[in-house]
Nanobody, 124 residues
């Protein structure tokens, strides 16, 4: 089992920045990649960004490219999401996930473990 704990959400004005963290514990060596996903009210959950543990290869959803940056600290089993130039449309619950799968590792459907989520609200 892998346990994930997110932190760093909050309220920010449009144009501002936030940094999310997700600390993994347990059998983290079984995971291939981790990612951030978000779900806004009335919408389906979507991928924000994902990163592989070994090579640090990244994937970004189209709506956040150029504004968000995902990174990892292997020694701390922690991933981060630096969110800049935030827009009201970024308002959502953000979830951290981990997957054991090495193919299509940014596909939400292949994620085995999830954190409890952290809320991000961007005011206009």
């Amino acid at each position: 089992q892998v346990q994930l704990v997110e932190s760093g959400g909050g309220l920010v004005q449009a144009g501002g920045s936030l940094r999310l963290s997700c600390a993994a514990s347990g059998r983290t060596s079984d995971t291939y990649a981790m990612g951030w996903f978000r779900q806004a009210p009335g919408k389906e959950r979507e991928v924000v960004a994902a990163i592989t543990w070994s090579s640090g290869t990244t994937y970004y959803g189209n709506s956040v490219k150029g504004r968000f940056t995902i990174s990892r600290d292997n020694a701390k089993n922690t991933i981060y999401l630096q969110m800049n130039s935030l827009e009201p449309e970024d308002t959502a619950d953000y979830y951290c996930g981990a997957t054991k799968y090495s193919s299509v590792w940014y596909d939400e459907g292949l994620y085995d473990y999830w954190g409890q989520g952290t809320q991000v609200t961007v005011s206009s």
